[in-house]
């Protein structure tokens, strides 16, 4: 069985880093893409990041780019993203997912049950 | 940025019903559009990726369908476990964008 299980979110200061991670089973890590897609409390989704399978390209969005840092880790099957000089308006539920097939075709078909970023003073 | 409309961004219905919700995009896309149910408090889920290919264990009363700019999603009959809020998602320009989601009620 596929699974995702997500980790690290937190209650943190404004302009206070955080570190969450995504540790994968049930399919080939190494083979996929990845992504970091989050969502507002009672808002939409926002996607927010992307990782090419060996790690060697990252993809952000313009609101996260610079603050926010997307890697991973195939010999654990882990996915980070470090989060530095956080806002208010990076709180809340931040989702991994694998994408289906290409990096340039981001679908993403499995997702983690998202971990709780509250940014706040 | 490619713009995502969701239409009607909430609907009410009753079971057995036929729903449909439409996504405009701001320019074509490709087809390359999905659509993700998301139940209270879950994760997104992945029904229909390209417009209008069902995910695998996907029930058919879901079905996807347009080109271009247009695109709908269909419930054939509507389920009482399919009260969610749905989303289209382009994938044909970075970044990728959703829609601001139709919440489904019954």
């Known amino acids: 069985e596929v699974q995702l299980l997500e980790s690290g979110g937190t209650l943190v200061q404004p302009g206070g880093s955080l570190r969450l991670s995504c540790e994968f089973s049930g399919f080939s890590f190494s083979a996929h893409a990845m992504s970091w897609v989050r969502q507002a409390p009672g808002k939409g989704l926002e996607w927010v990041s992307a990782i090419v399978p060996a790690g060697g390209s990252t993809y952000y969005a313009d609101s996260v780019k610079g603050r926010f840092s997307i890697s991973r880790d195939n010999s654990k099957n882990t996915l980070s993203l470090q989060m530095n000089r956080l806002r208010g308006d990076d709180t809340g539920v931040y989702y991994c997912a694998k994408v289906q097939r290409t990096i340039s075709l981001l679908v993403m078909d499995v997702w983690g049950q998202g971990t709780a970023v509250t940014v706040s003073s | 940025d490619i713009q995502m409309t969701q239409s009607p961004s909430s609907l009410s219905a009753s079971v057995g019903d036929r729903v449909t919700i439409t996504c405009l995009a701001s320019?074509?896309?490709?087809?390359?559009l999905s659509w993700y149910q998301q139940k209270p408090g879950k994760a997104p889920r992945l029904l229909i990726y390209d417009t209008s290919n069902l995910e695998t264990g996907v029930p058919s009363r879901f079905s996807g369908s347009g080109s271009g700019t247009d695109f709908s999603f269909t419930i054939s009959s509507l389920q009482p476990e399919d009260i969610a809020t749905y989303y289209c998602?382009?994938?044909?320009?970075?970044?990728?964008?959703f829609g601001q989601g139709t919440k489904l009620e019954i």
């Open positions: 320019q074509d896309i490709n087809n390359y």
């Open positions: 998602q382009q994938y044909d320009n970075f970044p990728p964008t």
